[in-house]
């Protein structure tokens, strides 16, 4: 079974700070999705990446696969209070069929 | 809207009951998967299904749990004899493309599960 550790689990930053999510496996994904998901709802696509060295900005986010597509990172540049979610990278592969590997989160708070 | 559709958003259910999830993929999608998030936990993989076909049940357990994606109509999650360790929250996703390993998965809002 495939595996992504997700670190860290816990962030509290203040406003204007830059931090990154780190999304690693010893296994090989076919496609890497990011999410934020708000208390209370689904989580909302921000990004999927399938090409393994691919880096893909979404304004002040920017979002990395690795070479050998085992491990993939977001960054956020000067964060502000409304990036305050839950952070949630997913791996598919053929290996796993349809089925998104899911690492276990990351919560982030910006602070004021 | 033409996002992923998920109903009801809330249940309560007596242990014992039965809970009925209905979930309707975004328009063109023909790909449907579960997963369940319990307190504290991440998602987890429940059932990957096409229209009238199960491709992939492994994540669902053994007993009490069933999914369908009718030719018509939504996929339904069904849990019979409800018990407390199934409060959680439901999500259903859909993507539209035949490599379901690099295609992007929708989510829908959830439906969140409360068992008495």
């Known amino acids: 079974t495939q595996l992504l550790e997700q670190s860290p689990q816990f962030l509290s930053i203040q406003e204007g700070e830059n931090l990154t999510v780190y999304c690693n496996s010893s296994?090989?994904?076919?496609?890497l999705q990011w999410y934020r998901q708000e208390p209370g709802e689904g989580p909302v696509l921000l990004v999927t990446v399938v090409t393994g060295g691919e880096v893909k900005k979404l304004k002040r986010l920017t979002f990395q696969f690795g070479d050998a597509r085992k491990d993939s990172s977001l960054h956020i540049t000067a964060a502000q209070t409304g990036d305050t979610g839950l952070y949630l990278c997913a791996g598919g592969s053929k290996v796993q069929g349809g089925k998104l590997i899911f690492g276990q989160g990351t919560e982030l708070s910006v602070k004021p | 809207n033409a996002g992923v559709m998920q109903n009801p958003r809330h249940l309560v259910r007596r242990r014992g009951q039965e809970a009925r999830l209905r979930c309707s993929p975004m328009k063109g999608h023909s790909h449907v998967y579960w997963y369940r998030q319990l307190p504290e936990e991440g998602l987890k993989f429940m059932v990957y299904l096409q229209k009238e076909n199960i491709i992939d049940e492994s994540g669902m357990p053994k007993e009490r749990f069933s999914a369908e994606f009718p030719k018509e109509g939504p996929s339904i999650l069904r849990i019979q004899q409800v018990v407390r360790g199934d409060s959680a929250a439901y999500f259903c996703?859909?993507?539209?493309?035949?490599?379901?390993?690099?295609?992007?998965?929708?989510f829908g809002p959830g439906t969140r599960l409360t068992v008495l």
């Open positions: 996703a859909s993507s539209g493309t035949s490599d379901p390993s690099t295609d992007t998965q929708y």
């Open positions: 296994s090989v994904f076919s496609s």
